[in-house]
């Protein structure tokens, strides 16, 4: 395909995308959509500070959300004093597994749920309060603290359907930290819809054996857990919905905060994106964030350092130090934005632009070969230049000849 046929192709892609786009852009920023977030910590098995600062950044990266955190007594304090204003919130986010709240206080999350407030329940909240009824009732599963038989069924997927196992035994397990393939099993569900069906997650504590009432209950995603690593050998229920009262609540048991602040489960592009989509399905009702190109597929893994997708400057300037035997996770997010974008003759003119920009720096020549790639089937009369000054170098000739004679034909 010669160049100016490429760009007509691309402005009937574009006209093609326009309604869609319009739509996108009309929901994401419609007035009024910001929602107030109350992150409950203090105390917990791991690493709160650290994973309640991440999540608190996740949401508000969104840019639906405004997040305050709370902490909770320490251990062993007087929890009497600790009382939460549920008042004003949109969405709570649990996370917390300590001491008993106070009875007003439970009181009044019950209340808060119960009249449609939403809620987040996050990764070890699901073992907090085993003996708290309206707080089991509300998350649906939990595990550990002692739940058993008598806490309500073992619950996991099977056959193409929700398994309620009621064979006595002590709930929560988990097996070696790793990376494990997500499966959704309600594609249509707001939270997931438009969303690959499998992907890779990364590095994160995979939960089995938890059970509760499981009332209301819908599985959203389930993952294999494991026999060789210490699981189940069950297909486990990692992200699932209750519904308690007129609330919303979204429970994912991932999203580990490993040792001293390492967070790389919470950095996985697949967890950020449902955790906010999750987020604004529990608070509204409804998802309205529109899909990032960057998620993961299910062959593998892919990272948000700070908890957002790389601005196209950031990503440019990660490639441009590549060299053949390192890590080509840039080289695969530019790709994938390439052939993911609206595909408008002005989107990948700015793409192609930036493109060039590398190419005329001291960047290395791997990085250089691999533009060179993408130009081929992409670029447009804009990148000649730059390819003909390439190919002067006895070591890019050969493939910014190859894109030349591409773009020519």
Not at 208 to 236: F, H, K
Not at 249 to 258: A, V
Not at 300 to 324: A, N, V
Request: include cysteine.
């Amino acid at each position: 395909m010669g160049t100016k046929n490429r760009i007509d192709y691309y402005r009937i892609l574009w006209l093609t995308n326009l309604y869609i786009g319009s739509l996108i852009l009309f929901i994401s920023c419609k007035p009024g959509a910001e929602n107030r977030a109350l992150v409950l910590t203090g105390q917990n098995t791991h690493d709160w500070k650290a994973s309640s600062e991440a999540i608190s950044v996740i949401l508000e990266n969104s840019g639906i959300f405004t997040v305050d955190i709370i902490e909770s007594p320490p251990e062993g304090g007087d929890m009497s004093v600790f009382r939460p204003d549920f008042s004003g919130y949109q969405l709570v986010i649990l996370n917390y597994d300590g001491d008993p709240w106070s009875g007003e206080t439970n009181a009044n999350f019950a209340e808060y749920v119960r009249s449609g407030g939403g809620v987040i329940v996050y990764h070890s909240a699901s073992i907090a309060f085993p003996d708290w009824q309206e707080y089991n009732e509300i998350t649906g599963l939990g595990g550990w603290g002692e739940r058993d038989e008598n806490s309500g069924p073992l619950c996991y997927w099977e056959n193409g359907e929700i398994v309620m196992d009621n064979t006595p035994g002590p709930a929560g397990t988990h097996g070696e930290i790793a990376d494990f393939l997500v499966v959704h099993r309600e594609p249509e569900h707001p939270v997931l819809k438009g969303l690959p069906e499998r992907w890779l997650h990364g590095n994160d504590e995979l939960y089995g054996a938890l059970r509760g009432p499981a009332r209301n209950l819908t599985i959203l995603a389930t993952a294999y857990s494991d026999t060789a690593i210490g699981g189940t050998g069950r297909d486990e229920p990692v992200m699932f919905t209750i519904s308690y009262g007129d609330g919303r609540i979204f429970h994912t048991t991932l999203g580990h905060p490993g040792e001293e602040g390492e967070l790389s489960s919470l950095n996985c592009a697949g967890f950020i994106t449902l955790f906010q989509r999750g987020a604004e399905w529990a608070a509204t009702g409804q998802v309205s964030l529109p899909l990032n190109p960057d998620f993961p597929n299910s062959a593998s893994t892919f990272f948000w350092e700070d908890f957002r997708p790389l601005t196209m400057d950031e990503l440019m300037e990660k490639i441009s130090g590549y060299k053949i035997g390192k890590s080509r996770r840039y080289l695969a997010d530019l790709s994938n934005r390439i052939r993911k974008s609206d595909g408008t003759a002005e989107t990948l003119l700015n793409i192609e632009k930036e493109i060039v920009k590398v190419c005329n720096s001291d960047a290395t020549a791997d990085c250089k070969k691999y533009l060179c790639r993408e130009l081929s089937w992409m670029g447009s009369e804009y990148c000649i230049p730059a390819l003909q000054q390439l190919a002067k170098d006895p070591e890019m000739a050969e493939m910014a000849g190859f894109a030349l004679e591409r773009l020519r034909q």
